[in-house]
């Protein structure tokens, strides 16, 4: 089944320890992207990777990274997490490079983070 | 860079009503434009979606949108909507020139049945 797996689906941490949040796609894709979602704010990008070892910043880069070494993967790591990364992530995938900008997403389940 | 507006934050319908949420973006150039819905506790599944050609576009569950270049809008409709519709609905818009989905604030849909 074509699918975008995210996890963990939960997590709670505290400010400062360090956390991934991993997502693999098996539709051979090589655009994937990540977002926050939160109320009123609908969902915003925080990077996104058109291909293997190309990421680039979306509108809310500041405290994540990530990492694209292989084309399934691309987890989404916080090195310092603070209070106001509380949110709903969700990760995406879609066609391939040249096809990308008309393809629509797939999307993992999210993976809801609370930073206490 | 564009920006999208979902102008409905929260509409309550009956079963049967008709349905129609706005959404405006702001780029001037050739754009891709989607419908996504989340339906509670998921995660986003595309509704439809316009690249070109008929602005008239038919999506799953019965819905349609309708592309207005002269409007920048792209608003959605379903003629009779269900207890099932309950969601909330994301519009969101690319260009042909990068590769940041944007989208829109999202409208929470109650539908009482």
């Known amino acids: 089944e074509a699918q975008v797996t995210q996890n963990p689906r939960y997590l709670i941490t505290v400010t400062g320890k360090k956390l991934t949040v991993t997502c693999s796609q098996n539709m051979n894709h090589e655009y994937m992207s990540w977002y926050r979602q939160d109320p009123g704010l609908g969902l915003r990008q925080i990077y996104y990777s058109m291909n293997v070892e190309v990421t680039d910043k979306g509108d809310v880069p500041e405290g994540y990274k990530v990492s694209r070494k292989e084309k399934r993967n691309f987890p989404l790591i916080l090195e310092s997490p603070s209070p106001n990364q509380t949110s709903l992530y969700f990760c995406a995938s879609s066609g391939d490079r040249d096809r990308a900008r008309n393809s629509p997403l797939h999307f993992g389940n999210g993976t809801r983070l609370t930073v206490t | 860079a564009q920006s999208v507006s979902q102008h409905n934050h929260h509409v309550i319908l009956s079963e049967a009503a008709s349905l129609e949420l706005g959404c405006n973006y702001s780029y001037g150039g050739t754009v891709n434009l989607f419908w996504y819905v989340q339906y509670p506790g998921q995660h986003l599944q595309l509704l439809l979606k316009?690249?070109?050609?008929?602005?008239l576009v038919k999506g799953i569950k019965g819905f349609e949108a309708e592309f207005i270049k002269s409007k920048f809008s792209f608003n959605l409709r379903k003629p009779s909507v269900q207890w099932s519709d309950t969601a909330e609905y994301f519009c969101?818009?690319?260009?042909?020139?990068?590769?940041?989905?944007?989208f829109g604030a999202g409208t929470r849909l109650t539908v009482k049945p």
């Open positions: 316009y690249f070109s050609g008929d602005p």
């Open positions: 969101a818009v690319n260009d042909n020139f990068n590769n940041d989905m944007r």
